[in-house]
């Protein structure tokens, strides 16, 4: 992720702030979509107050009015109304999903089976897509993908594959694996996880939450994650 802005917005985001407004770029959307759903996925976090709920849709609706009018050979209007309405969306899309996940807790029909469903991430909208043939990933296994829209570790663990987010559940940076010990490190606070996403040690005043799983399978030899759709 990048920009000063955008750090700053999940920063807060994470910490349970009120977001501090930025002019978001659409490459900015992915980031912020997922650190909504890290934020969400936080024990405790449960459904969004209804004033929040409220205020977003009414500046949604507001955005929405003055959004670029998509024609045949041109666009109408300017990247900073884009960039606002899709970040916009994106949170709204995130808020969606954080009260589909309480309606619908449960429901075998919810989400993919992996096996892990009350951890697991699952976008709304996404496809199976190979992150390692199954021959490259032996058990004890652990490779680093990047998806585009989403990026985590796949592991092999007693015959089975699983995968996990590769965001750092503090402030959402980006983890580094380290394969000596197996293990995934976050550089920005010295936090280190499990492959299967446990917190191991940390300097943090509070134990950060485990990664969150990501929906796996393996399928014609090949391992494949559930993400959303590549942008075009």
Not at 168 to 194: E, K, M
């Amino acid at each position: 992720m990048t920009g000063r802005g955008l750090l700053r917005y999940i920063e807060d985001l994470l910490r349970g702030n009120r977001p501090r407004p930025f002019r978001a770029e659409q490459t900015d959307v992915a980031e912020l979509r997922t650190a909504i759903e890290l934020r969400a996925a936080r024990p405790g976090s449960g459904v969004p107050r209804e004033e929040f709920v409220t205020q977003l849709r009414r500046r949604l609706a507001t955005e929405l009015a003055d959004t670029p009018t998509w024609g045949a050979t041109r666009i109408v209007g300017t990247r900073r109304q884009f960039g606002k309405g899709a970040a916009i969306a994106a949170a709204a899309a995130a808020v969606g999903a954080v009260v589909d996940h309480t309606l619908t807790a449960g429901r075998s029909d919810a989400r993919p089976e992996t096996g892990h469903a009350a951890d697991t991430l699952t976008p709304t909208t996404g496809d199976w897509r190979t992150v390692a043939a199954s021959e490259q990933l032996p058990d004890g296994a652990v490779r680093a993908f990047d998806l585009g829209t989403i990026a985590g570790f796949v592991h092999r663990t007693d015959g089975v594959a699983r995968a996990v987010s590769g965001s750092c559940t503090h402030q959402g940076c980006r983890l580094l694996l380290d394969t000596t010990t197996r293990r995934l490190d976050c550089p920005c606070h010295t936090t280190v996880f499990a492959v299967t996403g446990e917190p191991l040690t940390h300097q943090l005043p509070v134990t950060p939450p485990p990664l969150p799983q990501l929906a796996t399978r393996e399928a014609n030899g090949a391992v494949q994650v559930y993400a959303p759709p590549a942008s075009t």
